[in-house]
């Protein structure tokens, strides 16, 4: 199985990532040359020619290729990817361009499966899922929100209904693949006759085909719009999480289902608290005094102010945790903790009043004496 994930596809094919439609096309049609199996007997030939094509499959789709721009191989754990705007077809490109001058070891059929041969008359495609990115704020994200998002989709044309013909024309049977959806070819080559099926160019595998088109989408049955949508975020949610809104994607084919709206979270940092799943963290400066004496002192929450007890001699970098004090858990819908590490500060600039303080406390305190104590044990060495 070629792994997907991790190869970048625009490297796969050798091309730039500003490359326009046609060299794109260009790079595959030549990398499907070089290693086609029935060629390139080279071992790793075949599972290169099956990544050339999965590269071709996204980045020969412009929808797709936004995506994938956009989100990288990520955006094919989508679901629904397959369909963010039409998918890979035989009809994009004659293939007969790149494979009559191989030597063929076995048929079409055999090369690319059923897919193309035996396609037939298909439905109405269901439409394309959207993906965006969706930002939020710590505060949003912690406590949930509406957020409305605009953006460009495929609508039902609001003129034919989606059916692509003249309001009050008829239908008719595909003149060129008379209602089957396939076109078939017969090429002569060395090896015999070579039968191919490939999907109808005219009706793109509907078998149906009119005599006047749809003036205001020119036949398509769907017409490109702007939308705007109102996206309830749930309390918790976290970046990389998704949030799929169904029947807000594309339009489909002539009254197929629509797609969905799916928004890629994004949650924007925060200046006081860092989140680790349903926990928060602080930090929390503290004096010597507090420190050394103990106090209560008061902290942020995403809820407001709180107190936290710091005991006598507590030492810089210590951590407390005040419970329930975090974000909801989208699982279990329980709260975590907030975790607060206290930072003991020296005070920069000293009043006279603090200087003597200090100096009277310094003779009182046992760290010299500790320290000197090193040096005891080292008696002769430091002399």
């Known amino acids: 199985m070629v792994n997907r994930m991790v190869k970048d596809y625009y490297e796969i094919l050798g091309i730039a990532r500003n490359a326009g439609v046609d060299e794109i096309k260009r790079a ?29 499959s996204v980045l020969g789709d412009e929808q797709k290729r936004r995506n994938y721009n956009q989100f990288g191989a990520e955006a094919e754990k989508f679901q629904g990817f397959e369909g963010f705007g039409g998918g890979f077809r035989a009809a994009d490109f004659d293939f007969g361009d790149i494979f009559e001058s191989f030597g063929f070891g076995k048929s079409f059929t055999d090369m690319f499966g059923d897919a193309f041969s035996q396609q037939g008359r298909r439905g109405p495609a269901r439409g394309e899922d959207i993906a965006l990115r ?9 406590f949930g929100a509406k957020k409305e998002v605009e953006f460009d989709h495929v609508a039902e044309c609001p003129n034919c209904k989606g059916s692509g013909a003249t309001p009050g024309t008829k239908v008719q049977e595909c003149p ?37 088109p749809c003036p205001v989408c020119s036949g398509r049955g769907r017409v490109n719009k702007r939308r705007k949508v109102t996206i309830n975020v749930p309390e918790g949610i976290d970046t990389g999480q998704q949030l799929r809104i169904k029947g807000q994607g594309n ?6 289902g629509k797609g969905d709206l799916i928004a890629i ?9 860092k989140r680790d799943g349903p926990d928060i963290f602080m930090e929390a400066p503290v004096s010597f005094s507090e420190a050394a004496l103990g106090s209560t002192i008061e902290v942020p929450t995403l809820r407001g102010k709180a107190s936290l007890k710091v005991p006598a001699g507590t030492q ?3 951590i407390f945790k005040m419970a329930g004090k975090g974000i909801r858990d989208l699982q279990s819908g329980g709260y975590g903790d907030e975790f607060v590490k206290v930072i003991v500060e020296t005070p920069g600039k000293l009043s006279k009043r ?5 100096e009277e406390l310094s003779k009182e305190e046992e760290v010299s004496r500790k320290r000197k104590g090193f040096f005891d044990r080292f008696k002769g060495i430091f002399e």
């Open 316 to 318: 810089s970098s210590t």
């Open 265 to 273: 979270i994004y949650v924007e940092p925060h200046d006081i608290f």
């Open 176 to 212: 060129v693949c008379h209602g089957s959806g396939v076109e078939s070819q017969t090429r002569r080559t060395p090896f015999g006759i070579l039968s191919t099926q490939t999907m109808c160019r005219r009706c793109q595998g509907s078998g149906e085909a009119f005599s006047d």
């Open 134 to 142: 969706l930002n939020l704020k710590f505060e949003e994200a912690a």
């Open 28 to 56: 595959y049609k030549s990398l499907a040359k070089k290693y086609h199996p029935d060629i390139n007997k080279e071992k790793g030939a075949e599972e290169k020619f099956k990544e050339v094509q999965h590269a071709y």
């Open 251 to 256: 339009a489909g084919e002539r009254g197929a």
């Open 354 to 358: 603090e200087r003597e303080l200090f």
